[in-house]
């Protein structure tokens, strides 16, 4: 399978606690986004990577959550001192640097936090 | 500032009736757009996208859209909806150097048999 991975599929953790996503891309594609995804709402935009540059933000981003390209190919995203509204699907995306923004999704990780 | 409205959060069609669904944006050059497909628990698939080739442009099973520039619109459409077809669509629009996609805020399809 050539598509972009993400591991573990679905998490369940108790608050407080930490959590880490892992993100494979397409192997040519040297940008890569993380989305988070809430039920009945479009994704919404966390971060992305050109290679191993972490090049944008969201200020959505809180700084419980982290996010690693250290290498430019995989990709992690840490969520410490989990809180329930973090519960949500955390969708990975990879594209080529020259492209016309079109992504290519993997099938998300859901986090459960209780 | 770029937007997407995509009009209806629902639409339910009968099963081989007409599938529409609308989608505007704002963008104050030519934007590239997008329709993406979303099943239950799965991450977003590509269905079709404009990128300043033929106005009319066909996706994967059946569905197609038509980017009017002088409506701001690019409305999707299959002329026979069928039971697979129920799923979440996305609209989204894309400019700039970064190339960012911008989303709207889905639009649920749901088939009666």
């Known amino acids: 399978d050539t598509g972009v991975s993400q591991d ?3 998490k369940i953790t108790k608050r407080g606690q930490n959590v ?5 891309p397409i192997s040519e594609h040297n940008r890569l986004y993380w989305y988070r995804q809430t039920l009945g ?9 050109q290679n191993e540059a ?3 933000k969201s200020r959505l981003l809180s700084d419980r959550f ?25 969708l990975c995306a990879s594209s080529l640097p020259q492209g016309t923004g079109e ?9 459960t936090v209780l | 500032a770029q937007s997407v409205t995509q ?7 009968s099963e081989g009736a007409l599938v529409l669904l609308r989608c505007n944006y704002s963008s104050s050059v030519p934007p590239y757009l997008f329709w993406y497909v979303q099943y239950p628990n799965q991450g977003l698939q590509l269905l079709l996208k404009y990128t300043s080739a033929a106005t009319l442009v066909k996706g994967i099973n059946g569905f ?9 619109s690019f409305h999707l459409t299959k002329p026979s909806a069928h039971m697979s077809d129920a799923a979440e669509y996305f609209c989204a629009v894309s400019e700039g150097s970064n190339y960012q996609l911008i989303w709207g805020a889905g639009t649920k399809l749901i088939i009666k048999p």
């Open chain 1, 8 to 10: 573990p599929r679905h």
């Open chain 1, 20 to 24: 880490t996503f892992r993100c494979d």
């Open chain 1, 41 to 49: 709402q479009g994704p919404e935009f966390l971060t992305y990577f």
């Open chain 1, 54 to 56: 972490q090049l944008e």
């Open chain 1, 66 to 90: 982290s996010a690693e390209r250290p290498k430019g190919s995989f990709s992690t995203l840490e969520i410490q001192r989990t809180e329930q509204g973090d519960s949500a699907m955390y």
């Open chain 1, 103 to 111: 992504l290519f999704f993997g099938e998300g990780s859901r986090l």
């Open chain 2, 7 to 13: 009009l209806g959060s629902h639409v339910s069609v």
């Open chain 2, 64 to 72: 197609e859209a038509e980017f009017k520039k002088s409506e701001t």
